[in-house]
């Protein structure tokens, strides 16, 4: 199985562009996080270790600094992103995704199998999964936290399934248990919540099935596993909770923390996939799961009541600010604002889906042929056949123009999925050449979808194009750059080790963003990812990004007190202190005429600094608790937190290390 799963995937990556030099975009967009946020958060971890051999607990290469190993983002406590550590950072991504797919789709066949799924629909599960079109569509918008927050849920399912069901396991099974909780809030704290949650229901779901309530040993050894869990992440959300109420992320409110909310009309594309969805809200599993799923429910209604329920609130959490649901909960506990995109509640369906429909698949042929013959399934049959066939041509010709060929072309999967289920209903073919009939169906119909949501280019598209502009800017001594037209992107600064005044990463100082909005004339309308923020009205394009702060006045002196050298732009710039040097391409280069000649600034290593001379009024990176200055003008940044979290998660390693072979019997010589 997990040959299979990792062929597929490989064979599905490089289709799409994979290589040493390449990183995934979602088709015709012209950013995508993994290249702003991912690959420039690694580079710098791997030179923090390999060149200052020191762990980054700050960073000044974005927005003037921030602290680096507080925030989730960077995946400092990811023991997978240590990968970067030995390879170069491109293929160490790749691999990770290659990799975390495969991790992904044998949790889930584990878990089917796990829970009485026989060998075929168990792989339509994993295989499903693992190319399901959200996942897919995260990977084409570079959110790997999000992918790989994801590819351990199944895992947890599997594990509470045995923690239940195996009491003669317990200790092995909490130290899995462990593991993988650990694990999901090491690569999304976010995302997290919504698995652990699910878990927790399902947990009590499988309890109350159980012929003996004897559940107190197991709510033992799941409490033993959540202790643990706590203090191996301690290293992450101890320094968080730190420094929470330093972020200006407090300032998020509905609109924000509800962006990309899934409206009702949407859930039609769980029939018709589109293709051009937003990543976040791609619903589409395949028509062929979701009618096999559907089956599933009408086939064994009280068995798959639980999982139904599950979805319709997964759905309803993930409609967001068009949702009851969503609005109450925010507005009655606002720290849930803080856990944007509600959508993304819908990846604990896009494997219950797929878990459903193995179900279906797999009583499909357990229903004696007595049963089918009952007009009452025959009529139905023919009814879903006729709806489909209505719906698939009526789509034809109504929404032609509407949409893309790739669309138009998908549809044919409904009624050759409702086609098949007939034949092997009324046992027309073998019910294994139905079940691998069906199977490769479903993957021909996400893979067609799936090649929609992901592309991979070369570092050329999204590096080498500003090579003329950072070697311009490194000839003329820059020390620190402003761009209000994001001219010079987050990766190529880090690459050129260019240090930015502006940045995008939703993790910022909330007294750094309310100097940058003064300094550069651009004031956010709530809450915004970016220094500068880029308001965009909602009928514009990314082009628009380069022009949308041409109006915004900067206090070149305030640049000049943060030791901003250079301003890059996409537009003209008339401000005193401000002189133009050159322009590469459409972007103008400007020096600033007001840097303090006599001060220079030193960095030592990714966690101190010094100023000479000592007195000097300039600012070298952002206010942040945990800054020690020493007399000599030299100041390093050492949180408590930090230290103290890592000792508590060396705690809790050596409790999971004294759970795993502690109490084990020694056989006797």
């Known amino acids: 199985m997990i040959g299979g799963l990792a062929l597929l995937t490989a064979v599905f990556m490089i289709t799409r562009g994979v290589s040493p030099n390449a990183m995934p975009f979602t088709p015709d967009a012209k950013f995508s996080d993994v290249v702003t946020s991912h690959w420039p958060n690694a580079l710098f971890l791997q030179r923090s270790i390999r060149e200052d051999g020191s762990l980054p607990l700050w960073r000044n290469q974005i927005m003037s600094g921030q602290p680096f190993a507080a925030n989730p983002l960077n995946k400092v406590w990811y023991p997978p992103q240590w990968l970067v550590i030995i390879l170069p950072v491109t293929?160490?991504?790749?691999?990770?995704?290659?990799?975390?797919?495969?991790?992904?789709?044998?949790?889930?066949?584990?878990?089917?199998?796990q829970t009485g799924l026989e060998k075929i629909p168990a792989a339509l599960v994993a295989f499903a999964y693992v190319v399901a079109p959200r996942l897919l569509a995260a990977v084409g918008a570079g959110h790997l936290d999000v992918l790989?927050?994801?590819?351990?849920?199944?895992?947890?399912?599997?594990?509470?399934?045995?923690?239940?069901?195996?009491?003669?396991?317990?200790?092995?099974?909490?130290?899995?248990?462990?593991i993988f909780a650990a694990l999901i809030f090491l690569s999304d704290v976010r995302l997290a919540i919504y698995i652990y949650l699910f878990a927790l229901v399902y947990a009590v779901h499988l309890i109350t099935r159980l012929p003996e309530k004897n559940w107190r040993p197991m709510v033992g050894w799941a409490v033993v596993a959540g202790g643990l869990a706590i203090l191996l992440t301690a290293v992450q959300w101890l320094p968080l909770i730190d420094i929470t109420s330093d972020l200006s992320r407090n300032r998020i409110g509905e609109t924000e923390a509800g962006v990309s909310s899934i409206e009702a009309g949407e859930f039609l594309s769980l029939i018709i996939a589109n293709h051009e969805a937003d990543p976040e809200k791609m619903l589409y599993v395949g028509v062929g799961v979701f009618v096999l799923a559907f089956t599933a429910l009408i086939v064994r209604p009280r068995q798959m009541a639980?999982?139904?329920?599950?979805?319709?609130?997964?759905?309803?959490?993930?409609?967001?600010?068009n949702s009851l649901l969503w609005t109450s909960a925010v507005r009655l506990f606002p720290s849930l604002l803080w856990f944007?995109?509600?959508?993304?509640?819908?990846?604990?369906?896009?494997?219950?889906?797929?878990?459903?429909?193995?179900?279906g698949l797999q009583w499909m042929g357990e229903i004696s042929p007595d049963v089918l013959k009952k007009r009452a399934i025959r009529l139905s049959a023919v009814g879903?056949?006729?709806?489909?066939?209505?719906?698939?041509?009526?789509?034809?010709?109504?929404?032609?123009?509407?949409?893309?060929?790739?669309?138009?072309?998908?549809?044919?999967?409904?009624?050759?999925?409702?086609?098949?289920?007939?034949?092997?209903?009324?046992?027309?073919?073998?019910?294994?050449?139905?079940?691998?009939?069906?199977?490769?169906l479903i993957l021909m119909d996400i893979l067609w979808v799936g090649r929609s949501m992901v592309e991979w280019r070369n570092r050329r598209e999204w590096l080498d194009e500003?090579?003329?502009?950072?070697?311009?800017?490194?000839?003329?001594?820059?020390?620190?750059?402003?761009?209000?037209?994001?001219?010079?992107?987050?990766?190529?600064?880090?690459?050129?080790?260019?240090?930015?005044?502006?940045?995008?990463?939703?993790?910022?100082?909330?007294?750094?963003?309310?100097?940058?909005?003064?300094?550069?004339?651009?004031?956010?309308?709530?809450?915004?990812?970016?220094?500068?923020?880029?308001?965009?009205?909602?009928?514009?394009?990314?082009?628009?990004?380069?022009?949308?702060?041409?109006?915004?006045?900067?206090?070149?002196?305030?640049?000049?007190?943060?030791?901003?050298?250079?301003?890059?732009?996409?537009?003209?710039?008339?401000?005193?202190?401000?002189?133009?040097?050159?322009?590469?391409?459409?972007?103008?280069?400007?020096?600033?005429?007001?840097?303090?000649?006599?001060?220079?600034?030193?960095?030592?290593?990714?966690?101190?600094?010094?100023?000479?001379?000592?007195n000097s009024n300039i600012h070298a990176f952002a206010d942040a608790p945990d800054w020690k200055k020493s007399s000599d003008g030299e100041y390093e940044y050492a949180p408590k937190s930090q230290y103290i979290s890592i000792a508590v998660s060396g705690i809790g390693l050596i409790g999971l290390i004294g759970l795993a072979f502690i109490g084990r019997k020694t056989p006797h010589v």
């Not at 944007?340 to 179900?359: E, T």
């Open 306 to 321: 639980f999982w139904a329920i599950a979805i319709i609130l997964a759905a309803w959490w993930g409609m967001g600010q």
């Open 466 to 614: 500003y090579r003329p502009l950072a070697e311009m800017l490194k000839a003329d001594g820059v020390e620190r750059v402003y761009s209000p037209s994001y001219s010079l992107p987050q990766q190529a600064a880090a690459y050129w080790r260019i240090p930015q005044f502006d940045g995008i990463d939703p993790f910022q100082l909330e007294s750094y963003v309310e100097e940058a909005e003064r300094i550069t004339g651009v004031k956010a309308k709530g809450y915004s990812v970016t220094i500068p923020a880029f308001d965009l009205p909602d009928d514009a394009d990314e082009d628009d990004l380069a022009t949308i702060n041409q109006n915004a006045v900067i206090d070149v002196q305030g640049l000049a007190k943060w030791r901003v050298t250079h301003v890059v732009s996409a537009f003209e710039i008339q401000a005193d202190g401000l002189e133009q040097i050159g322009k590469v391409g459409d972007v103008y280069v400007y020096r600033n005429t007001l840097i303090a000649p006599d001060v220079q600034m030193t960095w030592h290593g990714s966690n101190r600094v010094s100023i000479t001379p000592p």
């Open 148 to 178: 790989y927050a994801v590819s351990w849920q199944a895992w947890l399912y599997w594990v509470v399934w045995r923690l239940i069901h195996q009491p003669q396991q317990h200790r092995s099974n909490s130290f899995l248990l462990a």
């Open 384 to 440: 879903t056949l006729g709806f489909s066939a209505v719906c698939w041509i009526s789509s034809l010709f109504a929404l032609a123009e509407a949409l893309p060929t790739e669309a138009l072309i998908g549809l044919i999967a409904l009624p050759l999925s409702v086609g098949l289920i007939l034949l092997g209903a009324w046992r027309l073919i073998p019910i294994r050449t139905f079940q691998i009939a069906f199977m490769l």
């Open 91 to 113: 293929l160490s991504l790749n691999l990770l995704i290659w990799m975390t797919l495969i991790i992904a789709g044998t949790g889930a066949w584990l878990w089917a199998r």
């Open 340 to 359: 944007r995109v509600s959508a993304r509640a819908w990846l604990i369906v896009a494997l219950i889906l797929p878990y459903m429909a193995g179900w």
